[in-house]
C-alpha cells in the first residue's frame, strides 16, 4: 500500500538523542508555523482507541463504535476536532 500524499509540507527540526524510544506507543506529531497540527495516532489499535476516546473527552465529543474501528485505520489526522466524525465517517475510498 503505497503512503498517501501529505497534507501539508512539514521540515522537522534536526536533533539527536541518545536515549532511544520503544516504537510501540509513539504518536507523531507535526506542527506548521502557522499553528496547524497534524499527527500520526500509535499503532496499537487498543491504545488508538483511548486516545479517541480521552480525545473526546476534552472536546465533549463521543464516538461511536464504527467511529473507533475508523480510527484505528487512518494513517494521519489533518482535520479540526469540530470536523473528526464526519472525517471518520467518510467512506474509505
Do not use: C, H, W
Not at 497534524?38 to 491504545?47: H, K, L, W
Not at 486516545?51 to 485505520?73: C, H, I, P, R, W
Request: net charge negative.
Amino acid at each position: 500500500q503505497f503512503k498517501k500524499p501529505d497534507v501539508e509540507q512539514i521540515k522537522p527540526p534536526s536533533s539527536i538523542s541518545e536515549k532511544l524510544l520503544p516504537d510501540a506507543s509513539l504518536m507523531t506529531v507535526n506542527v506548521t508555523p502557522d499553528g496547524k497540527f497534524y499527527f500520526q495516532p500509535v499503532e496499537n489499535g487498543t491504545e488508538r482507541i483511548q486516545l479517541l476516546d480521552n480525545m473526546g473527552q476534552k472536546y465533549g465529543l463521543s464516538f461511536t463504535d464504527k467511529e473507533k474501528v475508523a480510527f484505528t485505520k487512518v494513517q494521519a489526522i489533518g482535520v479540526p476536532m469540530t470536523q473528526l466524525k464526519s472525517y471518520l465517517n467518510l467512506s474509505e475510498d
